[in-house]
T-cell receptor, first 114, second 112 residues
Framework: IAGITQAPTSQILAAGRRMTLRCTQD?????MYWYRQDLGLGLRLIHY???????GKGEVPDGYSVSRANTDDFPLTLASAVPSQTSVYFC?????????????FGSGTRLTVV | GENVEQHPSTLSVQEGDSAVIKCTYS??????FPWYKQELGKGPQLIID?????GEKKDQRIAVTLNKTAKHFSLHITETQPEDSAVYFC???????????FGPGTRLSVLP
């Protein structure tokens, strides 16, 4: 792989169920992010991690948790899914401090909570 | 916090014409402004960016301009082609790329 891999690509989930969205990158980027994309609202930051072992809350963190045990993986967990969490989820990463500030995005996970 | 507005929400142009998308931001401390292109079913892809110490940047048919005083920046696409059809997002960051705030997006359609 080269870049960011997200899994699954799509999922239908019953409300109340627990779900983990996976994100793996092989670029050795130190910073990683989770965004949700909803029609008319653009991309909104859920959680981020500036380096392995640290995480932070974004604009819409409620109902979600993340962990960053190593550089490559940044899973997003929905502890008890609700219909308002129906969205397309994008994982992104970047390198800090090398003059290239842009994100690399994954292909997304389309989640439907019913 | 930062707020980014983007206009228009949809834009249709004839092939070969130019397209302009405008964004405004609220935080005067913002210093990095990227533009992303998102094709159907794919993740956003960085196409051009500009830093606060530069007023204009070009890359082939794409250019971005920044007016720090007015707090707005624009994407210019010249000689548009059908493959330019996509959703375009602007973003702003006050910490050189950390925790962007994105605009709501512009759906560009290039008509053959």
């Amino acid at each position: 792989i080269a870049g960011i891999t997200q899994a699954p690509t799509s999922q239908i989930l019953a409300a109340g169920r627990r779900m983990t969205l996976r994100c793996t990158q092989d670029m050795r980027h130190n910073a990683m992010y989770w965004y949700r994309q909803d029609l008319g609202l653009g991309l909104r930051l859920i959680h981020y991690s500036n380096t392995a072992g640290t995480t932070g809350k974004g604009e819409v963190p409620d109902g979600y948790s993340v962990s960053r045990a190593n550089t490559d993986d940044f899973p997003l967990t929905l502890a008890s899914a609700v219909p308002s969490q129906t969205s397309v989820y994008f994982c992104a990463s970047r390198i800090e401090g090398q003059g290239n500030y842009g994100y690399t995005f994954g292909s997304g996970t389309r989640l439907t909570v019913v | 916090g930062e707020n980014v507005e983007q206009h228009p929400s949809t834009l249709s142009v004839q092939e070969g014409d130019s397209a302009v998308i405008k964004c405004t931001y609220s935080d005067s401390a913002s210093n990095y402004f990227p533009w992303y292109k998102q094709e159907l079913g794919k993740g956003p892809q960085l196409i051009i960016d500009i830093r606060s110490n530069v007023g204009e940047k070009k890359d082939q048919r794409i250019a971005v301009t920044l007016n720090k005083t007015a707090k707005h920046f624009s994407l210019h696409i010249t000689e548009t082609q059908p493959e330019d059809s996509a959703v375009y997002f602007c973003a702003a960051s006050s910490n050189y790329g950390q925790n962007f705030v994105f605009g709501p997006g512009t759906r560009l359609s290039v008509l053959p």
